[in-house]
């Protein structure tokens, strides 16, 4: 006897009519599968294939001794941990759950300062070519130009100031007298 | 022994649901014997999911051993929403699908992906080993040509099998677990169960000619002119129907 092949696209309703993919919608689908004897026949092989299978896998798992999940049970009672109920347990679980994130928070904000560290201007570069000229001077005015200074303000008194010039450079003499001085006291 | 197609001694889906309920919640707040009894429960349905994926017993008791391990960790996420089962699966799932990735062996690769519209050239055969697949598994020989045709299957046309027959997924939701489309698993699956027919054609009752040569590509025949003493134990031998034309 020759079995009749449909073609694929059907077969491929006859699989979600036996694993009930089939929508409402397609009543009529079920009906036509009803009532033709190949089609029936290509379902029941489906669910055959699906019996051998779960069978077989159910035998299988049957078949491990018991002592191996007992075995497997104290190495699962062993990594048990209880749960966290502390602060500190809390925090704990909370590190472990978001390790990698902190990590990798961690190992980035150490690039960046490294980063920083390493392109961050130094004493030496400051007289370099190109970055020299770009650069304000801020040496202290005192080292540009001699101060000079003409008078001295004297609340309570009064001054006078001297400026000489001397083949050691510039000399300021200042005499402060304060008001109301009586000598000899 | 169990009776095939049945699940005596692995507990069916959502089994005391509310026990189930009562466990986590004991488990939650410490209590290992709650999980233990979590455990007692369930992991022989485990391992026979990551077995059936894996292909490998020690794999798949590392997967299993891993799951309640992390089930036991996020115990205080799971908000029942679903089955305790239904959770533990998708972990065991998950993990299975993580460690075919890490150990993926050499394979065959599915080229059939997305062209089952066309594939009209392989059919799905109709029924096989008359009607009682279950009294077929009482047979070592035929359970171990099961074992070969799962070996045979690609990881994800096996993946796929293995969650429909066993676990009853939805295609929806193989689809989420494997991440790809639901057009995707249906070709994985249906490609999956032709493949397991062609592999156990041996095991067809009474096959027609026509259907052995459709699969074969004539090729029984040929075989048996070239070798007309064929080995008595050969599974060949369940298809007489197919050499005598």
């Known amino acids: 006897m020759t079995t009749p092949l449909s073609t694929t696209s059907s ?56 002592a191996r999940f007992a075995s497997m049970w104290r190495r699962i009672d062993d990594q048990l941990v209880a749960p966290a109920t502390g602060l500190w347990a809390r925090v704990t679980a909370w590190f472990d759950h978001y390790r990698g994130h902190v990590i990798t928070g961690a190992v980035s904000a150490g690039v960046v300062a490294a980063l920083a560290l390493v392109l961050r201007p130094s004493a030496h570069d400051a007289g370099a070519p190109g970055l020299g000229a770009a650069a304000i001077d801020v040496r202290p005015v005192a080292l540009r130009a001699t101060p000079e200074i003409d008078a001295l303000d004297t609340p309570g008194g009064s001054s006078t100031v001297i400026n000489l010039d001397d083949e050691d450079g510039h000399t300021t003499v200042i005499w402060v007298t304060p008001a109301d001085t009586v000598e000899g006291i | 022994m169990n009776k095939a197609g049945e699940r005596a001694s692995i507990p069916s889906h959502g089994r005391d649901p509310v026990d189930d309920r009562e466990l986590v919640l004991a488990a939650q707040r410490g209590d290992r014997d709650a999980f233990k009894t979590l455990f007692e429960r369930y992991h022989r349905r485990a391992y026979a999911l990551a077995f059936g994926v894996l292909r490998h017993q020690d794999d798949a008791m590392d997967v299993v051993q891993d799951a309640f391990i992390k089930a036991h960790r996020y115990l205080d996420k799971f908000e029942g929403s679903s089955s305790f089962y239904t959770w533990l699966y998708r972990i065991v799932m998950n993990l299975a699908i993580d460690q075919l990735r890490k150990h993926r062996r050499a394979r065959p690769v599915e080229l059939d992906e997305e062209r089952i519209e066309n594939d009209g050239d392989n059919p799905l055969l109709p029924r096989i080993l008359g009607g009682n697949p279950g009294r077929a598994l009482l047979d070592k020989q035929i359970r171990n040509r099961i074992d070969q045709a799962l070996d045979q299957l690609s990881d994800n046309h096996r993946s796929v099998l293995v969650m429909r027959e066993l676990e009853g997924l939805s295609y929806e939701a193989m689809a989420e677990a494997m991440g790809c489309s639901k057009g995707t698993i249906m070709s994985r699956l249906f490609h999956a169960r032709r493949n397991m027919q062609k592999r156990l054609l041996d095991l067809i009752d009474n ?15 040929e075989d048996d002119a070239a070798e007309p003493a064929r080995d008595n134990d050969s599974p060949r031998k369940r298809v007489p129907a197919a050499r005598s034309r």
């Open chain 2, 207 to 221: 096959p027609s000619a026509a259907l052995v040569d459709d699969l074969t590509g004539g090729q029984a025949r």
């Open chain 1, 11 to 66: 077969d491929l309703e006859l699989m979600e009519h036996a694993d009930g993919e089939l929508a409402d919608a397609d009543a009529d689908a079920a009906a036509r599968i009803a009532r033709d004897p190949d089609a029936r026949a290509k379902v029941e092989a489906i669910q055959q294939v699906g019996e051998l299978v779960r069978g077989h896998l159910e035998l299988s798992a049957d078949a491990v001794h018991d």
